[in-house]
């Protein structure tokens, strides 16, 4: 068993390491404060080809998979969440396409995703529809001028990048629309330039501010038959690409957790009470030490599931382990920024330190992707089921 990085992930680990503190970094607080999308770190991305990691080299990409784009955010999520996030793109709506598309699908659309000459995002949740996907009501009938082709009327809300993206993953109903059976949903490649297709209300985000978030509005939109990703009634590839985006999640509570408690290590270093550092105190020394262990520990198993998610195992028997890595990084974050601002005390409760950012990050981290009461329910099946057992 080995532990350590390949030469090539070790160097990609430290090149963005190095671009992380000397342009991100700078440019965290602004993005934050304005809450316009960062291009110019977009562009830098491109250029340092971050934004092809996770897409295989005959499409344009570095192939170095999830676990190299998990490195890469984990590195970004240090400072900005935004940041990470616009990485992080680059493999949710391309999840299914990569899984289940077509090599005309994977030669059109994922090219463009690795030189940044396109964006894409991400459609499943709707208004009713949140963790209970299959209660979704965005519904695609079968266009009677096109055949194979279908209609698509709904709306998809949540959306991360939906005003930035070229084009959309969408998943819709094509059987039943009261069915909660399975196979009644089927995933769409939606260009944003066809009719119909429009973006509506942006939300008002607590954090995570730059990359917008809001609805995707599908009115009459007709989808070619070429554009229907998979198989009709194919909605386990919804939760096939969810499950594999378990560690990239996962890599943004990671990195969020570090660059918090790294920040607040070197202010209690500094910061002088009754006589001496704060960080003399042993009780201030303990809180460090629980959650350097609980970073550890959310290191390990984000990198076993990034492991485990480019093998392509990612489904139902391995999702106990790639829910655990989302669970424990995510409820990581939360509890690291947490402690970053208690330990500043009222200074890390100011703008004047990024510690209030990250406090308000993380808690998007614990929702997006599944909720951290999903990603107990699916390990506590794992267990029922035995696919997560010790005997």
Same mark, same amino acid.
């Given at each position: 068993?080995?532990?350590?990085l390949?030469?090539?992930?070790?160097e990609?680990?430290?090149?963005?390491?190095?671009l992380?503190?000397?342009k991100?970094?700078p440019?965290?607080?602004?993005?934050?404060?304005?809450?316009?999308?960062?291009?110019?770190?977009?562009?830098l991305?491109?250029?340092?080809?971050?934004l092809?990691?996770?897409?295989?080299?005959?499409y344009?990409?570095?192939?170095?998979?999830?676990?190299?784009l998990?490195?890469?955010?984990?590195e970004?999520?240090?400072?900005?969440?935004?940041?990470a996030?616009?990485?992080?793109?680059?493999?949710?709506?391309?999840?299914?396409?990569?899984?289940?598309?077509?090599e005309?699908?994977k030669?059109?659309?994922l090219? +463009?995703?690795?030189d #940044?000459?396109?964006? =894409?995002?991400? !459609? /499943?949740s709707?208004?009713?529809?949140g963790?209970?996907?299959? $209660?979704?009501?965005t519904?695609?009938?079968?266009?009677p001028?096109?055949?194979?082709g279908?209609?698509l009327?709904?709306?998809?809300c949540?959306?991360?990048?939906?005003?930035?993206?070229?084009?959309?993953?969408?998943?819709?109903?094509?059987?039943d629309?009261?069915?909660?059976?399975?196979?009644?949903?089927?995933a769409?490649?939606?260009?944003?330039?066809?009719p119909g297709?429009?973006?509506?209300s942006?939300?008002?985000?607590m954090g995570?501010?730059?990359?917008?978030?809001?609805?995707l509005?599908?009115q009459?939109?007709?989808?070619?038959?070429?554009?229907v990703? +998979?198989?009709v009634g #194919?909605?386990?590839? =919804?939760?096939? !690409? /969810?499950?594999?985006?378990?560690?990239?999640?996962?890599?943004r $509570?990671?990195?969020?957790?570090?660059?918090?408690?790294m920040?607040?290590t070197?202010?209690?270093?500094e910061?002088?009470?009754?006589?001496?550092?704060?960080?003399?105190?042993?009780?201030?020394?303990?809180?460090?030490?629980?959650?350097?262990?609980?970073?550890?520990?959310?290191?390990?198993?984000?990198?076993?599931?990034?492991?485990?998610?480019?093998?392509?195992?990612?489904t139902?028997?391995?999702v106990?382990y790639?829910s655990m890595?989302?669970?424990?990084?995510?409820?990581?974050?939360?509890?690291?920024?947490?402690?970053?601002v208690?330990?500043?005390?009222?200074? +890390?409760?100011?703008?004047?330190?990024?510690?209030?950012?990250?406090?308000?990050?993380?808690r998007?981290?614990?929702?997006v992707?599944?909720?951290s009461?999903?990603?107990l329910?699916?390990?506590a099946?794992?267990?029922?089921?035995?696919?997560?057992?010790?005997?």
């Amino acid at each position: 068993m080995d532990f350590t990085l390949s030469d090539e992930l070790t160097e990609l680990q430290a090149t963005v390491r190095r671009l992380a503190r000397d342009k991100v970094a700078p440019r965290a607080r602004e993005i934050d404060e304005t809450g316009e999308y960062p291009e110019d770190l977009f562009q830098l991305f491109a250029a340092s080809g971050l934004l092809g990691l996770c897409i295989p080299e005959e499409y344009g990409g570095s192939g170095a998979g999830i676990l190299g784009l998990t490195l890469a955010i984990e590195e970004v999520a240090k400072h900005s969440n935004t940041a990470a996030l616009m990485l992080l793109l680059t493999r949710l709506p391309t999840g299914p396409v990569m899984i289940a598309g077509s090599e005309e699908q994977k030669s059109r659309y994922l090219p +463009g995703i690795a030189d #940044g000459s396109l964006r =894409a995002a991400f !459609g /499943l949740s709707e208004p009713g529809a949140g963790s209970d996907v299959v $209660g979704m009501s965005t519904r695609a009938t079968p266009d009677p001028d096109d055949e194979g082709g279908w209609i698509l009327n709904g709306v998809k809300c949540w959306m991360s990048g939906v005003a930035q993206a070229d084009w959309y993953t969408v998943f819709a109903k094509t059987g039943d629309p009261s069915s909660r059976r399975h196979d009644s949903i089927t995933a769409f490649i939606v260009d944003r330039s066809s009719p119909g297709v429009s973006v509506g209300s942006l939300d008002r985000k607590m954090g995570v501010r730059g990359v917008d978030t809001g609805e995707l509005v599908l009115q009459d939109v007709r989808v070619p038959a070429g554009n229907v990703i +998979g198989e009709v009634g #194919g909605f386990r590839l =919804a939760m096939l !690409g /969810l499950n594999s985006m378990r560690p990239i999640v996962a890599a943004r $509570g990671i990195g969020l957790a570090e660059g918090a408690l790294m920040y607040a290590t070197e202010y209690v270093k500094e910061r002088k009470a009754f006589g001496g550092a704060i960080a003399d105190f042993q009780g201030i020394q303990w809180e460090i030490a629980k959650m350097a262990v609980e970073i550890e520990a959310a290191r390990l198993l984000t990198y076993r599931s990034a492991w485990l998610a480019d093998q392509g195992k990612f489904t139902r028997e391995y999702v106990p382990y790639l829910s655990m890595a989302k669970y424990h990084a995510s409820e990581c974050a939360v509890r690291a920024s947490g402690l970053a601002v208690q330990l500043l005390g009222a200074a +890390g409760y100011m703008k004047d330190h990024p510690t209030e950012m990250w406090y308000r990050d993380a808690r998007q981290l614990t929702i997006v992707e599944g909720t951290s009461q999903v990603q107990l329910g699916l390990i506590a099946r794992g267990v029922l089921d035995r696919h997560l057992w010790w005997d």
